[in-house]
């Protein structure tokens, strides 16, 4: 899919607005956007700043770049073993609510309709969280866990179909 040469963008984060309920816009960190900027992505340069009210301001030449939304989830896993259990593992960058490390390996253990999440690292660094990552990864192998794809959506066990019937004679 191309993307438009113009785009609205957030003035305070740099990011492309989409649309919210009604006519409203919105940024990908989650505000409302009452003033954005249009940008020419081929050039980099603004052309005009818009309010709510439509009223339009042009631009002189001032260079923006749109950047992309931060991922959350940077990788991610699913074990099985022999009893049935089912276990994932999120590397994920998160905003600290209370403090700590933005950088966690979170895990989810399921066992039919129960389930249990924890955080089992927490780090300040990616290149830090990617190398526990990868020792997380040889430990739940070598505990016994095996690696499954990760499929989304509701899996269904396919049903033989019948053979046709004799006709009556």
């Known amino acids: 899919m191309a993307k438009e040469r113009f785009v609205r963008v957030c003035r305070d984060h740099g990011?492309?607005?989409?649309?919210g309920i009604g006519d409203s816009l919105l940024c990908p960190k989650r505000h409302t956007v009452q003033?954005?900027?249009i940008v020419d992505r081929s050039k980099g340069l603004a052309v005009s700043e818009v309010?709510?009210?439509?009223?339009?301001?042009?631009m002189v030449n001032e260079k923006v770049e749109v950047k992309e939304p931060e991922k959350a989830?940077?990788?991610r896993l699913k074990f099985t073993d022999a009893a049935g259990l089912v276990l994932f593992l999120w590397l994920r960058r998160e905003r600290p609510r209370f403090g700590g490390d933005p950088f966690r390996i979170r895990w989810m253990l399921r066992d039919g309709k129960k389930s249990a999440t924890g955080v089992s690292i927490t780090t300040a660094t990616e290149p830090d969280?990617?190398?526990?990552?990868?020792?997380?990864?040889?430990?739940?192998?070598?505990?016994?866990?095996?690696?499954v794809p990760i499929v989304?959506?509701?899996q269904t066990k396919p049903k033989p179909?019948?053979?046709p019937r004799k006709r009556a004679s």
């Not at 990011?15 to 649309?19: A, F, N, T, V």
């Not at 309010?51 to 042009?58: C, F, G, L, S």
């Open 152 to 154: 989304f959506g509701r």
């Open 51 to 58: 309010d709510r009210e439509k009223v339009e301001t042009a």
């Open 161 to 163: 179909i019948p053979a």
């Open 73 to 75: 989830t940077l990788d």
């Open 35 to 37: 003033t954005w900027k």
């Open 15 to 19: 990011l492309e607005l989409k649309p």
């Open 129 to 147: 969280a990617r190398t526990r990552w990868k020792a997380s990864l040889a430990e739940a192998i070598k505990a016994g866990w095996k690696e």
